[in-house]
């Protein structure tokens, strides 16, 4: 019984001593700060590449940046990675005002696969483009750029992130 409650005891010192570091305030606030851009922007079906590059713009700190000078009002930067790139604006404190993103060859959501072969049932998807454009003041417009191939024949379409022929 002693073997078996020292046991346990070792247990919890050895718990207690791997506990989690705290998360600095500085991360907290850079986050908080583009809150509103995520939430406009995220996806609940979007691919993990689209999801880290956004992640990447909204936790960048344009303050620490070698380019940062107080006389600017506004910042542009740009995100690249192979599938896709986001050119984002800044103000000075550090909010995203606008951005324009653009991916390539993405898993498509559900609702505009099945929109796609509802309406063209012998077609194939052969290329397809993300596009986000957001703004501070009027919220993110998602659409979908796809190139449908059927043999010979090809088609562009365009739709919105819910399914919708535009």
């Known amino acids: 019984m002693k073997k078996l409650i020292i046991t346990l ?4 010192l050895v718990t207690l001593a791997y506990g989690q570091d705290p998360i600095e305030l500085s991360e907290v606030t850079v986050v908080a700060r583009n809150y509103k851009y995520l939430n ?23 303050k620490e940046a070698d380019f940062y000078d107080d006389e ?10 192979p599938d896709g790139k986001i050119v984002a604006v800044y103000d000075a404190d550090g909010k995203i005002v606008r951005t324009i993103e653009k991916y390539k060859n993405i898993a498509l959501p559900n609702e505009v696969t099945s929109a796609v072969l509802k309406r063209f ?15 501070q003041k009027k919220g993110a417009k998602k659409t979908y750029k796809l190139t449908l191939e059927n043999g010979d024949e090809r088609l562009k379409v365009k739709m919105d992130d819910i399914g919708n022929f535009l």
């Open 40 to 62: 406009k922007t995220d996806s609940k079906v979007a691919t993990i590449p689209v999801k880290l590059l956004q992640r990447k713009a909204a936790t960048y700190n344009i």
């Open 121 to 135: 049932p012998k077609w194939k998807i052969s290329k397809d483009a993300y596009l986000i454009k957001y703004h």
């Open 9 to 12: 005891f070792a247990i919890c």
């Open 72 to 81: 600017f009002d506004y910042y542009t930067v740009s995100f690249f990675i």
